[in-house]
């Protein structure tokens, strides 16, 4: 699980691809990055269901995304 807080100090829990995909796409703030390129990526790209790996790949490019940005972030490893 990765819990991220914005810029307001809302915080958000963060459990699968598919959340992982609506926060990097509906909720990122403004700006882009290599690294937020390279995590929407690998969130959209991950096949629903597609397993432990895919799930793992997309959290940790969402993290170095969000330490990049200045988004406050952590995480738990299940």
Request: with cysteine.
């Amino acid at each position: 699980m990765v819990t991220i807080t914005d810029q307001l100090g809302e915080t958000k829990n963060i459990r699968s691809v598919i959340e992982a995909e609506i926060w990097l796409v509906a909720h990122w703030p403004m700006g882009n990055s290599d690294r937020l390129t390279a995590a929407k990526r690998a969130c959209l790209d991950a096949p629903a269901g597609g397993g432990h790996l895919y799930e793992l790949s997309c959290m940790e490019a969402l993290i170095e995304a969000a330490k990049e940005t200045g988004i406050y972030v952590t995480h738990t490893r299940l």
